[in-house]
């Protein structure tokens, strides 16, 4: 059975390395050697100054939002994971969508300025699939109109635009090592920024907002990470080079094949992005071909996701809001399975089912 994705394993004698030398310390949780050692790691391989490793990408939303004490309404993307609409419902905003630019499902600036109101309060957008934002624009809106940014960056580790690390824009950018994605440590997360006096919030607020033992900076919740997870991240840290190259090279399999049916969209990236090849979407012409394809997969035990199906606008606790092109493009596209040493054969194999079946309509 091919499923969209499959969890990367470390060799399991450096996980045991690193588990017994937890047995040997006692430390289990709170902000152990092994986590400040993985955020030392990640903020120099990453280039950014300061990063929080946090229980899951979800807190990691909830804290940015929370930190930033945005409260009114969040300009958002209609096309992302449910957890990018629902961190700021269940903040208590109001999430306010803009819809996506065709050429690479993003959100779309131009739709970001039409939204602004005078309760706008920041733009919570998503390199979705791994594909940087237009983030200079983006910027110059937020700087225009005094509205603080945040980036769901899930799917954006290692991406770098214009040689630096994409997750340096904004004033928060936020990530998930959830097992699924690029680079994991089972569950977990990170909150990424710049600011020193908002990295200090940041911190007290993922430990409950304590200031030592008997004293408190402010409100906080649990949102720690602990070795174990750690640990995972720690025994895969060195394959990240491997993890990304390995993908790009398989991503570029599916393109030299897929490429050479015009019915067939791919997003455009631009030259100026290292990508970091985390997601293998297409957009067919239509739902009902997109249907017909599914099944013919699923029929030979390959199973790709609808990646991202249903658009967030038909959440039943929101505020019905049309985006014409998020609702039209999340109906036609599939993500393809793409993960480090997925069999060529496999690849082959889909591209020709995927092929023969949209001649046949
Ligand atoms: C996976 C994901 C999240 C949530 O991350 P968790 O670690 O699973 O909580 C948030 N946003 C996007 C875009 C995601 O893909």
Partial sequence: MIQVTKSILPDIKEYIAYIEGIWASGHLTNHGPLVLELEEKLKKYLGVKHLFFVNNGTIALQIAIKALGIKKEIITTPFSYVATTSSICWEGCKPIFADINASNFTISSAEIEKKITSNTEAILATHVFGIPCEVEKIQEIATKNNLKIIYDAAHAFGVKYKKQSILNFGDISTLSFHATKLFHTIEGGAIICNDDDLAHKISYMRNFGHNGQEA??????????CEFH?????????????????????????????????????????????????????????????????KILNENQIYPRRYFYPSLTTLNYIEKMECKFADNISKKILCLPLYPDIENEIILKICNLILNNIQQN
């Fill in 216 to 225: 408190f900076w402010g409100l906080g919740i649990n949102g720690k990470n």
């Fill in 230 to 294: 750690a640990a995972m991240g720690l025994a895969l840290f060195p394959k990240i080079n491997w993890i990304i190259e390995n993908r790009t090279q398989k991503l570029q399999l599916y393109d030299s094949i897929l490429k050479k049916n015009p019915t067939l969209f791919r997003p455009e990236i631009a030259d100026f992005i290292t990508y970091n090849a985390a997601y293998y979407p297409i957009v067919f012409e239509s739902e009902e071909i997109l249907l017909t394809v599914k």
